[in-house]
């Protein structure tokens, strides 16, 4: 699993970062975290508000630092079904607006 910190360097941005870390010792998990804060990947993202949380290439929370359960539930493959994910990790077909065979979005 690959855990991207995006945004600029600022306390919020370094909040989420330790939330994210406080969440992995908990749960045991050894991720590979990048701290992204290059404007050009950012845009890239479409990210607008900051900061914001991506794991293998899914924006799962932009603009606010998630509850630690709520991390905890996603870091586990407890919840999936956050900022365009479907159930069961489908892809979001945003055309149809709605999800390819997980079954419930947003």
């Not at 929370?61 to 493959?77: A, V, W």
């Amino acid at each position: 699993m690959i855990i991207e910190i995006v945004g600029t360097p600022s306390p919020k941005t370094l909040l989420l970062e330790k939330t994210v870390e406080k969440a992995l010792k908990k749960l045991k998990l050894e991720c590979r975290i990048i701290k992204v804060n290059d404007a050009k990947i950012i845009k890239e993202y479409g990210i607008i508000t900051l900061p914001a949380l991506v794991i293998d290439d899914h924006i799962i929370f932009t603009g606010r630092i998630p509850m630690q359960k709520e991390l905890l539930d996603i870091l586990s493959g407890r919840k999936t079904a956050v900022h365009g994910w479907c159930c069961g990790g489908h892809d979001h077909d945003e055309e149809d607006d709605e999800c390819c065979g997980g079954g419930c979005c947003k």
